[in-house]
T-cell receptor, first 114, second 113 residues
Framework: DTGVSQNPRHKITKRGQNVTFRCDPISEHNRLYWYRQTLGQGPEFLTYFQNEAQLEKSRLLSDRFSAERPKGSFSTLEIQRTEQGDSAMYLC????????????FGPGTRLLVL | GEDVEQSLFLSVREGDSSVINCTYTDSSSTYLYWYKQEPGAGLQLLTYIFSNMDMKQDQRLTVLLNKKDKHLSLRIADTQTGDSAIYFCAEITWNNAGNMLTFGGGTRLMVKP
């Protein structure tokens, strides 16, 4: 059973550096979501893809953030010029179709910006 | 905007039942979910309920939905120490492009032996 996978699991970086995270969804899931979870809070929606099309972006997603899903399979989330406030757990989820909406989450990438 | 609310903390003794409560705001939500998160880990889907149901039972888990009051609860029977975790309720929120989950802040369940 291959669930959603994310890499790396942990990332420590210095303020101002760029970081990139990868998410591999459950195969054949055409929807892929990114959420951000800060300490002590519930996850907050960032963006989502249907196949390779990015259909929705939250206002939390500043212009330093960019997400791609070039072939409709894996996705990357890049943060440019990281700030200490970007420190969080970045969670990826996938779901099968528009009507089969249950989202399955990966283990997350924990980012610490020093 | 939407706001899903949960109590912060619940402590029970091993073998007792736990009841975690949640209130949501979007009356058009079609599905409501419960997820479990252990320290440093991602979210594990526990169960979900469709909005036209009042109750759903799945082994030790019972979900109750009161649509009139927009209240959702998760009951865990015979709570075990391995159930200690943070529990999140979430509602589906529909927008022009599709759907996203809106989560509560989580309830930390502590099970004492």
């Amino acid at each position: 059973d291959t669930g959603v996978s994310q890499n790396p699991r942990h990332k420590i970086t210095k303020r101002g550096q760029n970081v990139t995270f990868r998410c591999d969804p459950i195969s054949e899931h055409n929807r892929l979501y990114w959420y951000r979870q800060t300490l002590g809070q519930g996850p907050e929606f960032l963006t989502y893809f249907q196949n390779e099309a990015q259909l929705e972006k939250s206002r939390l997603l500043s212009d330093r953030f960019s997400a791609e899903r070039p072939k409709g399979s894996f996705s990357t989330l890049e943060i440019q010029r990281t700030e200490q406030g970007d420190s969080a757990m970045y969670l990826c989820a996938s779901s099968l179709t528009e009507t089969r909406t249950t989202q399955y989450f990966g283990p997350g990438t924990r980012l610490l910006v020093l | 905007g939407e706001d899903v609310e949960q109590s912060l903390f619940l402590s029970v003794r091993e073998g007792d039942s736990s009841v975690i409560n949640c209130t949501y705001t979007d009356s058009s939500s079609t599905y409501l979910y419960w997820y479990k998160q252990e320290p440093g880990a991602g979210l594990q889907l526990l169960t979900y309920i469709f909005s036209n149901m009042d109750m759903k039972q799945d082994q030790r888990l019972t979900v109750l939905l009161n649509k009139k009051d927009k209240h959702l609860s998760l009951r865990i029977a015979d709570t075990q120490t391995g159930d200690s975790a943070i529990y999140f309720c979430a509602e589906i929120t529909w927008n022009n492009a599709g759907n996203m989950l809106t989560f509560g802040g989580g309830t930390r369940l502590m099970v004492k032996p």
